[in-house]
């Protein structure tokens, strides 16, 4: 079955740097946007940087000048860069993919998520 998988969070000072990758697996027919999203303890999930198949890329405010998204289409993986981070980046992080697949016998196009991965910046 279409499954995306994360990697790479952990526990960094702040100022520090880490990447996180996302593979998607299983019967897969095209990619669309994929992304990545967090979500801090007692928030909403939030967007963090989007990046579509033709490689056009969009951030949160927050994360600006500090954040990097990009993908790598034969691989099906999408990557975060995550630079001079800070205390409240501290969240879980999860990938998201709009994409079409099959599952259970069926091909249809339908948005996807990862498990998440913990980023904790310590300060």
């Known amino acids: 079955q279409v499954q995306l998988v994360e990697s790479g969070g952990g526990l960094v000072q702040a100022g520090g740097s880490l990447k996180l990758s996302c593979a998607a697996s299983?019967?897969?027919?095209?990619?669309?946007?994929m992304g990545w999203y967090r979500q801090a303890p007692g928030k909403q999930r939030e967007l963090v940087a989007r990046?579509?198949?033709?490689?056009?890329?969009d951030y949160a405010d927050s994360v600006k000048g500090r954040f990097t998204i990009s993908r790598d289409n034969a691989k099906n993986t999408v990557y975060l860069q995550l630079n001079s981070l800070k205390p409240e980046d501290t969240a879980v992080y999860y990938c998201?993919?709009?994409?079409?697949?099959?599952?259970?016998?069926?091909?249809?196009?339908?948005?996807?998520w990862g498990q998440g991965t913990q980023v904790t910046v310590s300060s």
């Open positions: 990046i579509t198949s033709g490689g056009t890329t």
């Open positions: 299983g019967s897969i027919f095209g990619i669309n946007a």
């Open positions: 998201n993919a709009d994409l079409v697949g099959r599952n259970y016998g069926s091909v249809r196009r339908d948005n996807y």
